[in-house]
C-alpha cells in the first residue's frame, strides 16, 4: 500500500466503536473529507466521463423502500448530464471502482489507514483490509435508495447535504434467508421491506462531516432531504467476505444448471472444493475482464441474462 499522502482524511467514532463494535454493527462516524478537491460535483462530473459506462449506474430518485427492481424508473440523460443537473434531475447516481483513478485511490488509503492506525495496526494491510474499492454517490433532492444489501464492509461518508441512512440487523435471517442473501449478493442488491422491520433498524441523520459504518450484508435504504446529496463508500472485503462472495456466485451459477445447494458454511468440507473450483475458473477469465464488452459478456453468461441490469436503458 502506498504511504498517506500530505493530505490525509482521518474516520474518528465516539465511544471506542471502532474498536468495541467494529466489525460486528453499525455506528456513527465523522471524517475529514467534506470539501475535499476530489469530492466537489464538477471534479465528479470529469470522473463520470473518464470511467466506463459499466461503472456508472443511475435512476429516478423517485423510488419506494421496498422498490421491486423490475419496475424502478429510469432517466433520460447521459451520466455527465446527471451530475450536473443534479439538484434538479430527481436521480441517484453512483459511480463505481473509483479507485482505478491513483487520486481517488490515494484518499480511499488515507482514510482507512485512519481507522487501522485507531484499532492498533500500522497498515490497512496489517488491519485486515484487502479489495479496497471506492463508490460515489451523488443524488437529487428528495431522492430514495431502495432497501439492499451489499456484499462488502463500508464506512459511509456524507460529503455535502442531508441524508438519513437506515441499517437492519440480519444476522439471523429473519430479513432475508440464505436465498435472498445469495440473490442479492450476485443477482440484485434490493431487497423486500415491511414495517416490521423497523425495530431491528437504526436510522443515522447525516450532514457534511458525518457517517456511518455499514456491516457486511446489513441491509439499509437512504433517503436525501431538500439538497443534493455528495457522499462515498469506502468499502474493503475481508478474506472471510471474499470467500463468502465467491462461494455465494458458485452456489448461483450450479443452481442455474439445475443442481440445488447448501448455503456457505453448512458443508465447510464441500466449500472448500467449491471455492478452489471457482476461483480457478476466476483466475482463468479475469485477463478477459480488461474489456468493457468482455465484462459485459461474461456476466451475462455466469449471472444470466439480466445481469447487466443498470445498463438496458442506457
Not at 441517484?92 to 482514510?111: F, I, N, T
Not at 478452489?276 to 453468461?301: D, G
Amino acid at each position: 500500500m502506498n504511504a498517506p499522502s500530505g493530505i490525509a482524511p482521518v474516520i474518528t467514532a465516539d465511544n471506542e466503536s471502532l474498536k468495541r463494535d467494529f466489525p460486528l454493527k453499525p455506528f456513527a462516524i465523522r471524517h475529514k473529507l467534506a470539501g475535499h478537491p476530489l469530492l466537489t460535483l464538477p471534479r465528479i462530473a470529469q470522473l463520470a466521463s473518464e470511467l466506463p459506462r459499466d461503472l456508472i449506474e443511475y435512476w429516478s430518485g423517485d423510488a419506494d423502500i421496498s422498490q421491486d427492481p423490475d419496475t424502478v424508473k429510469s432517466v433520460d440523460l447521459d451520466p455527465v448530464d446527471v451530475v450536473n443537473r443534479i439538484q434538479t434531475a430527481s436521480a441517484w447516481m453512483v459511480l463505481k471502482r473509483v479507485e482505478k483513478s491513483p487520486e481517488y485511490r490515494q484518499l480511499l488509503e488515507d482514510a482507512l489507514t485512519s481507522v487501522a492506525r485507531a484499532r492498533g495496526f500500522r497498515t490497512v494491510k496489517d488491519a485486515g483490509f484487502e479489495q479496497i474499492e471506492g463508490f460515489m454517490f451523488v443524488s437529487s433532492p428528495n431522492s430514495t435508495t431502495p432497501f439492499h444489501m451489499d456484499a462488502e464492509d463500508n464506512f459511509f461518508v456524507q460529503i455535502h447535504g442531508e441524508k438519513t441512512f437506515a441499517i437492519y440487523d440480519n444476522r439471523d435471517g429473519a430479513i432475508a434467508d440464505d436465498a435472498q442473501v445469495e440473490y442479492s449478493t450476485v443477482k440484485h442488491r434490493n431487497v423486500p421491506y415491511n414495517d416490521s422491520f423497523k425495530p431491528r433498524g437504526i436510522e443515522f441523520h447525516l450532514f457534511d462531516g458525518d457517517g456511518c459504518y455499514v456491516p457486511y450484508q446489513w441491509p439499509h435504504w437512504v433517503k436525501t432531504a431538500g439538497t443534493y446529496s455528495i457522499s462515498m463508500a469506502i468499502t474493503w472485503k475481508t478474506k472471510e467476505v471474499r470467500r463468502m462472495n465467491d462461494l455465494h456466485r458458485f452456489n448461483s451459477m450450479l443452481r442455474s444448471l439445475g443442481l440445488p445447494q447448501a448455503a456457505p458454511g453448512k458443508n465447510p468440507t464441500l466449500d472448500t472444493v467449491k471455492l478452489a473450483i471457482y476461483r480457478t475458473a476466476a483466475a482463468i477469465v479475469e485477463p478477459l475482464r480488461a474489456s468493457e464488452t468482455m465484462r459485459r459478456i461474461i456476466r451475462r453468461i455466469a449471472l444470466g441474462k439480466n445481469a447487466n441490469y443498470y445498463l438496458k436503458k442506457a
